[in-house]
């Protein structure tokens, strides 16, 4: 059988970047990768909308969120959380865990946080110093406004940090025009690596905060200082030993966005995301995120009666297709469909027509061929900002 | 020009390791890489002579340590550093930066911290909750007296933390029996793996001081939080999204060392330590490290009047030897021969060849062959406990 991997992280990774992996390993400090991680720094730049430094560090995605937030938080900090899912919990968690204070604006799973309920925050909480939310919420398959609420955050005291781990690469991200201060991603979405680097931008007021909060104590961070990534990136260099082999991997990767340009890269989502919505008609499923879904993943309900984790090990089993299921209360509502990095329509195609074939054999009623057809036609008759 | 890597990290990886980072990448929440973890974890413990839980991390070893470092202090904790260069002063810097107050216990660069030392910190320091130690010291190529430091810490309130970064996998380190509570190493050494993981072995006494510690404010970590990974790795999970691909890759890496034997593994280290000190007299250079060198790699001086930077490129540009110079203040004083995981005497060999070549071209006074002699003797001469 051949597996098909369809989750929201990791994703499948290039062959010319997979055989990279495989070259002897060479020394870091040296002449050679500190050209490669120049290169690799100016092209991520590219991908970020940013002139900023983007500091590689080798860590989860959740390591890169680490750094944004305890450069800038100290015990007592008031951070407001937009929380529209898993991961916005996220950033919750760790503000909690390093004793800021959390203020929490939520809205209904599957929904998101509005530039209506950030404005109410700002205003009743002047004093604080962070804003967190999420680019994708990949829990819910939702989009955040980060255009909408960086405008808000920009002409604050707080800096504006953001969790695009699973978004950058796929949809528009403007981290400077959009005013975040810091952008989180990892290296294992639509960056097309494996799992074990993250990257995070930060802007002049960011590095400004960095440096006041630690005026105000002991640092919360070493290995996440980003002060230290940044003086090193000035030599091509970095504070720490560098997971290299994946740097020069990511090169590859990079060079296909760079080819294709990210307004193309951005279309190209959007367009297996609207395959993937209408695809939900021609199943007979119900979209969980409806008004601002994500381009990266498309995320069904699962109809009543049916187990999710037999659907998932089915497709997995029976053929190959390997898609995620709901996590923490969302376990058993919902299954997840990633479109992201170096996964195409096909793919997609594929994914859709084994739910069917699924689906239909667990009772579920559906007209058969339907979905694959409503999927191949709107993947035809896409235009771009339609 | 073939390249042959003899650098203290990251070191040569083998071929079959390398072949499994090139195979497509797989889904982490699985029942499959469920049981790869657990099997790279049970190696590991036997790598780290330890029953106790080891904590794999996605970070640089320096994540590892301060993993262990802030799990168990707090601004203010008195934390006893034994330092015999350059990583045994990043423990220090570690612990200032988060505001513990640290003791100094040092030695000469090229000599070891002595267990009469810490018995006297140790009686000064009462109140002191954390010792640090270095197996394998890379920068001066000193060996620390593990065993002896680990007696004392033993009895005492003090947890006992030790960077086996490049010592784990290459020389003697019973983590339990020689009662160190955090025992650090990364992949990239001896474990013969690309960077970018760092593994922490936790005993009950450390798990214990962490619980502890957290009664005393807000935690120091969140993404190094170890009771996190202990918790999951009873699943056979991780707490965050790890370097899969490493992490399976790893596994071939470790069939090599058990399939030896890990008393075969450190005895094959020290017999390539022998025959690398063997040709210093050759090569007519002094070894830094004279009385307690680690085997993992030899230290020698730079003769007098000869530019340790030129003889570094020399045998890069002229022979593809990668060694290392010296970091900070050792910088221009010294070159450093790694030989640790996937190296072997012949490649020892190499390097003094190449050693020998490019000294003497630089007149340098070396009788024509006798470092690869010397190398040789030593090898063919050496016997185990000698």
Redesign the interface.
């Known amino acids: 059988m051949k597996?098909r991997?369809l989750?929201p992280?990791?994703?499948?990774?290039p062959e010319e970047t997979?055989?990279e992996?495989?070259?002897?390993?060479?020394?870091?400090r040296?002449s050679q990768f500190r050209a490669i991680l120049g290169a690799v720094v100016a092209d991520l730049q590219e991908v970020f909308c940013t002139k900023n430094p983007v500091c590689v560090i080798?860590?989860?995605?959740?390591?890169g969120m680490?750094a944004a937030l305890?450069n800038v938080i100290r015990?007592g900090t008031k951070v407001i959380c937009c929380i529209s899912g898993r991961w916005g919990e996220r950033w919750k968690?760790?503000s909690k865990?390093?004793?800021a204070v959390v203020v929490e604006l939520t809205c209904p799973y599957g929904e998101a946080i509005t530039p209506a309920q950030l404005t109410q925050a700002l205003k009743d909480h002047p004093d604080a110093k962070v804003v967190t939310a999420t680019l994708s919420e990949t829990s819910t398959g939702v989009r955040n406004d980060i255009q909408g609420l960086g405008a808000l955050v920009k002409d604050t005291d707080a800096v504006f940090i953001v969790d695009a781990i699973s978004g950058l690469g796929v949809m528009e991200c403007r981290t400077d025009d959009w005013h975040v201060d810091f952008c989180v991603t990892?290296s294992?979405k639509a960056l097309m690596l494996?799992?074990?680097l993250a990257f995070v931008s930060v802007s002049p007021k960011g590095f400004k905060r960095i440096d006041e909060t630690l005026t105000q104590?002991?640092?919360?961070?070493?290995?996440?200082?980003l002060r230290k990534y940044r003086d090193n990136l000035k030599g091509n260099d970095t504070p720490?030993?560098?997971?290299?082999?994946?740097i020069k991997a990511l090169r590859h990767s990079l060079a296909r966005l760079k080819a294709e340009g990210m307004e193309k890269v951005w279309q190209r989502h959007e367009r297996m995301a609207a395959a993937a919505r209408a695809a939900a008609t021609g199943l007979n499923l119900k979209l969980f995120a409806r008004v601002n879904p994500t381009s990266g993943l498309t995320v069904f309900e699962v109809p009543e009666g049916l187990d999710a984790s037999v659907i998932l090990s089915r497709l997995e089993k029976e053929h190959g297709i390997?898609i995620?299921g709901g996590q923490d209360t969302m376990k058993g509502k919902i299954v997840r469909l990633a479109h992201m990095g170096y996964i195409d329509f096909f793919e997609v195609l594929a994914a859709v027509s084994a739910l069917e074939l699924v689906l239909s054999d667990m009772g579920h009623k559906i007209e058969s061929g339907a979905g694959v057809s409503a999927a191949q036609r709107a993947f035809a008759s896409w235009k771009p900002g339609a």
Chains 1, 2 share one sequence.
């Open positions: 597996p991997l989750c992280g990791p994703t499948p990774v997979l055989l992996l495989a070259m002897p390993v060479t020394f870091h040296s080798t860590s989860s995605g959740t390591g680490e305890t015990p968690n760790i865990a390093f004793g990892g294992q494996p799992a074990g104590g002991p640092a919360a961070s070493f290995y996440f200082d720490f030993t560098p997971a290299n082999t994946l390997r995620a």
